[in-house]
Each structure stands twice: as C-alpha cells, then as structure tokens.
C-alpha cells in the first residue's frame, strides 16, 4: 500500500543544523490523496464537502445524486470519467482490503469478472463488470478499474471507467488527479463504511436554487440537492 513519504532517511537534520532547520518551511508530503491536516501542494479546487477535488484543465466535475448510491463526485475527461466517494473509516486502517475482497466476490456473483494489480496507489481491481441497458438489463462486460487509499479515519474510492480503464496513457491523468485529492473527514463520530457527505460547492448551490425559484414561479424549494439535478463545472 502506497503511503506519504515525510521525509527520506537520507535527509535526517545535523544537529549542528538544527538552528538552521528549525527556520525552514515544514517539508511538504509528496504523496497523496491527502487529508485535509496535511501539507498537501497548493492548487485550486472544488470544493464538495468532504471532497476537495482539484482543477484539471479539460475535465468536468459534476456531483450526482442516485437513491441507491447516495451521492458521488463523478470527474469526466473526453470518453472516460471517475467516481469518488470518501467514507468513515476506523483508526486502524486497512478498509480497503476488505472493500476490495468484497467488489471482488460481488463481480463474480453478478457474471463479471477481476485481478488485482499494483497501480500507483496500491493495490486495485481490474474488473469486467456487466454493464445494464436502459431497461436493467445486464448486457456486455465493460472494463472498470477499483482504485482505494486507506488515509486517517477515512477510505477514498475510485472507480474509472470508458478507455482509462485498459489505456495506460488515458489513465494517467485520471491517477494524477485521484493522488491530488483532499479528503476532509472531520471530528464527528461516524462508524465505518458510512459515507462523507457530498456537498454542492456554495456558489453552485447559489446558482441552483435561483434556477429553481425562477422554474417555480419565485417559489424556493426546500431542498434543492435531491434525487436528479446534476452540477457540472469545466475547466
């Protein structure tokens, strides 16, 4: 499993330097995802709650909502896109390999199939997963790649799919931007495996309601984030 690397046993401090060392800058992680306590590299991102997901030039980021599923960050570029979901996880890590153990027995159960394989933030899931027609139907395998990271208290999951999933070089932005995301999971008690939540970043959430007013004769809605609207930003 990959981890943050702080610092390399080369780069120990003298103690004749400490004074010197002492008035640096802390040296910055060089491996996420990260979490938000961390000295993750500045960037912009988007901001969806528990999910801080950064700017790609080219990609959308669109935050879904399904009854089944909850709700997911689903990041598309060109025919390929990534679903990510973060969840409560316990201290002692190692949700992942549970989680893989079972994605694994459930695409077995359903006529699919999958191996693991290193990839560049661990251990994944190269699966065949059978994809469902319009009417539910479970039509031709499609490929899919199950990428996990077991951070403090929390489990980010990736799920790619289209070309990215078999294409190296399709991959790699989609690898890139998975290792750059910010999880927040904050102080509250959750048990594991329950879901971060997903939030609309403000001003889209902004920009929603005043849709929905508009739609509804100057009426506002509640709850604007239910079951079918769909953000979308482009960069």
Not at 43 to 53: A, F, K, N, P, V
Not at 57 to 63: N, P, S, T
Not at 81 to 91: E, I, N, S
Not at 100 to 127: K, M, V, Y
Request: aromatic share 6%; proline share 9%; net charge negative.
């Amino acid at each position: 499993m990959l981890r943050r690397r702080r610092r390399e046993s080369g780069d120990q401090p003298d103690p004749d330097q400490e004074s010197v060392i002492d008035d640096q800058p802390p040296v910055q992680d060089t491996v996420g995802p990260w979490d938000i306590s961390d000295n993750y590299p500045e960037t912009e991102r988007i901001d969806c709650g528990s999910l801080l997901i950064p700017v790609r030039e080219g990609f959308d980021v669109q935050i879904n909502v399904a009854e089944e599923q909850g709700a997911w960050v689903a990041v598309v570029h060109g025919e390929s896109g990534m679903q990510l979901q973060a969840f409560a996880a316990p201290r002692s890590g190692g949700l992942w390999d549970e989680v893989r153990h079972e994605i694994a027995a459930n695409i077995a159960e359903s006529g699919g199939s999958c191996q693991e394989d290193d990839g560049p933030a661990g251990t994944e899931l190269r699966a065949q997963v059978p994809a469902e027609d319009e009417s539910g139907q479970r039509g031709q395998l499609q490929p899919v790649r199950f990428v996990g990271f077991d951070g403090p208290r929390w489990f980010l999951r990736g799920v790619i799919s289209g070309p990215a999933a078999t294409d190296a070089s399709a991959g790699i932005p989609f690898d890139d931007l998975f290792a750059d995301v910010v999880v927040v999971r904050g102080d509250y008690p959750a048990p594991p495996r329950e879901q971060l939540e997903i939030k609309l970043p403000e001003e889209a959430r902004q920009a929603l309601e005043a849709q929905l007013a508009e739609e509804n004769g100057g009426w506002d809605l509640p709850d604007p984030f239910t079951r079918g609207p769909e953000i979308t930003e482009t960069r």
